[in-house]
Structure formats: C-alpha cells, structure tokens
C-alpha cells in the first residue's frame, strides 16, 4: 500500500550529497502530493534549507550514536511520527537508523528504510542484525556497488529482495534554467582543464598536480582549475609550487556557482579514489563536458568509458594524462562525448526517473 506520509531522517550537521538527496526527494514527496516532515539534528544545514519550503514539518533533535538509549529523545521522536501520521522513514545515517528506527516502531509506522550511500559493508554487530532483522523493513542503495558490497557483506543480515536501487538523481530542467557568467578569463589558444570537491585526500587533487607536470611538456597550453577548500589546501598549493605547475594549477577556493564554473571548461577531471553518485561530474555531463576519471567504485555507473569520456586505472597518472592529452587536441572528440555525456544523464540520472524508482520501493 502506497503511503500517504513520509518523514526524511537525516542527522548529519553539514552539507553533501546525502543532504541534497533528502533535500531533493522531500520537495519532490511534498509536490507529488504525499505529506512530508522531516527529522534532522539541532544544527542542521538541511533543516536551514527545508524550514524556509512550505508545507514540510522539521524536527530538530540531538541525535548521536548513543541516543537510540536515551527513552526521553525515543518518545519524543515517535510522538513526532504519530503526530504527522507516519506510513514511512527514510533514514540516513547508522545513528538515525538505531534512533529513528526504533522510535518508528514504538510509533507503529508501517515501513522503515535505511538508504546507503556508501559502497562499504554495514558493520555485522549483534544491534546491527537485529535493526535489521526486527525494524529495517527495506534498504535503499544509491548505486550498484553499494548494492553489490551489501549482498557480498551483509547477506545474511538482508535478503536481496528487500534492497532496492534508488539512483541520487539529477533536476536537469532546473540547472538548465540557471544562468551562467564569466568565472576565469580565458588565455589565447587555452584549453581550461576543471576539477572541484573538498580538499581532501579521497578527493586525489595531488594526482591532478602530478598530470600538470606531464602535461606541461606538450605545446598546448592549458590550465587546471581546481575549485574547493579542505584541511590540505595548504599542502597542495605547496606541492604545485615544489613541482613547478604553480603557474598552471590555479586553486578557486569554495565556487558557489558550479554550473558557471562546468560552463567555462572544456574537460572535467575527475581525480576521486572513490565516490557515491559525484554531483559534480553529473553537472559537468548536462554541461556536454568531457569526463576523464578513474574506473573506481560507481564512478562506472555514471560515465561511460570512451562514450561520455574515459574511465583511467586507478592512480595511473601517465594513463590519465594521455587522456586528458587526446582531449585536449581534439575538440570534435570533445564535442561528440561532451553530448554524449548529456543524454547518458537525462537517460539515467534525471531526477523524475530517480524518484519514480523511489515510488516504487515505497509500494513493494
């Protein structure tokens, strides 16, 4: 039975991709008629977000890994659900599974989902197998690794019928709306080479600056930019400087407006060691921009390996660079992926499919 009411639970304080899924799949629950409320943590960057959006009820509540035993934060939440009439919670993170699990059986809601972002097993503890064996009716995974990864770790603590595959999803007619503007000037005969995320190992920036030595040898002339801040900003703006490709990595700092940024490209560069969904490779696609990345958790499921750009092994910098060297001397080639790129997205990752797919497990 399809439910009529559904509570997003997400405690994580800051902003990211898990953020913007909840975000995105409350305003769309809330548009296609289901009533929506929404539990997040005292600081919260997501309820700053959902409390201004009309129509969604937010909780702010102290949520910690330990607060699943505090009975007093238990019978506040499931007096929440009972309130809004709860059929249906979507959590996501393993300390709203414990909190919001519980407090939505005590509060006798009918479906009770954890959604994974993340291709890493569900630690194997006796609470972890009752939660799930006792109060996590279904499970979302973003990807088909993260699916993979569970049924290869976790089969005996979920049955494969119960997990379902819920793309992130892309609102392409609403970044097709945004206006664009000038963020870099370009140099004559420049090919602009971009990357953003955090600063962060995970996020392989220091390879990035390695391929600029490479490609510093060849004739083309060219930038990287690198958009982003995080705790070794300092650190690779040195490595640059002791490489010698100061003058051709150029660092942005945080860039609020991402489309204008992809529409100043001609490549994107994804250098991840791992990923969930990538927004940011998802808008370079929409933006017909190449993609160069490394064949790596569901980076694949994205991008298609000599179709939308090409899928390198992983940390091999020279193999990287020859990539991004045969992209550089051919704009036909880039055109050609560039569009392809487009149409894999409205394809695939346009967000009415995603949340179609989401409908779906919620009547299974």
Known sequence: MQPKSICFFNSNKAW????KWHY???????????SVCVVTNAKSALADKLEKEPGIHVLREHVRNLTFLNPFALLRLARFFTKHKVEAVVMALPSDMKAGGIAARLAGVRDIIYRRGIAVPVRNSILNRLLFHNVITKLIVNSLETKNCVQKHNSGMITADRVHLVHCGFDVEEFDRMPTAKLVERRPGEILIGNAGRLTPQKGQRLLIDMAVILKQQPIPFRILIAGIG???AELKAYAQERGVSDVVQFLGFVSDMKSFHASLDIFA???LWE?????????MTLEKPVVAWNVSSIPEVASDGETGYLCPSENVTFFADRLLELMRDETLRKRLGENG????IDNFEIKKTFTDFETCLNA
């Open 24 to 34: 995105d799949f409350a305003l769309l629950a809330r548009n296609h008629g289901y």
């Open 16 to 19: 990211g991709g898990g953020e």
């Open 276 to 284: 969930g969904f990538c927004y940011v490779q998802v808008e370079a």
């Open 270 to 272: 994804l250098s991840s």
């Open 342 to 345: 487009r149409k894999r997205v």
């Open 231 to 233: 705790e070794i900003e």
